[in-house]
């Protein structure tokens, strides 16, 4: 049998933030190998790092994050990934939230801080909420500004392009072609 192994887990969510820090705290918590990745946690889908370090992990080895809400924002997430490793007999720990499940009290505080961390993100989201209504009363809040112009989208149809040929072409999606041609539904690729 191979000497057990512990592996790092790090995550961002949005494209421009740095995931140096996350990668400095588990070299020095002595992590073996790291597995990185800039994907949103609201589901474990399409997480693909998070995947394969899950296949990867044998009994005895311990994987590592910084911090829980980077291996996952739901508490039903959180205990479906660690009740995985168990089965599988692996140890957990969270560098930031002092936690190691390689024993009972570590997996009642892991339970816990897992629901708190999800009640702080649905406040934070509810605050957020309340701050564009009242930016949208106000007349400020005017949104995500639009990626394409419609006029470009347009003039391509206007050439005799499809949805999604133009889609391609733009690097969008189909309905976005379709918002901005103000079409709906079944009447989109027949005029197209």
């Known amino acids: 049998m191979s000497k057990p192994q512990t592996y790092g887990y790090g995550r961002v969510s949005a494209t421009d933030q740095k995931l140096e820090v996350q990668t400095d705290k588990l070299n020095a918590a002595g992590c073996d190998r790291l597995f990185m990745e800039k994907k949103s946690a609201k589901t474990t889908q399409g997480r693909d790092q998070l995947a ?37 007999g692996v140890t957990f720990r969270c560098l930031d939230q002092p936690i190691d499940t390689g024993g009972p009290m570590g997996r009642f505080m892991v339970t816990i801080m897992g629901a708190v961390a999800e009640f702080e993100l649905a406040i934070r989201r509810e605050r957020q909420l309340d701050g564009i209504a009242k930016a949208k009363e106000a007349g400020v ?47 989109q690729e027949s005029s197209l």
């Open 52 to 88: 394969l370090v899950l296949d990867l992990v044998r009994e005895g080895d311990t994987l590592v994050v910084t911090r829980l809400d980077r291996l996952a924002r739901s508490c039903s997430d959180l205990l479906a990934i660690l009740q995985r490793l168990e089965s599988k």
């Open 141 to 187: 809040y005017k949104g995500r500004p639009a990626k394409i112009a419609p006029a470009e989208i347009r003039a391509l149809t206007a050439e005799g392009l499809g949805a999604t040929d133009v889609a391609k072409r733009l690097g969008i999606s189909r309905a976005s072609v379709y918002r901005a041609l103000g079409e709906t539904g079944s009447k």
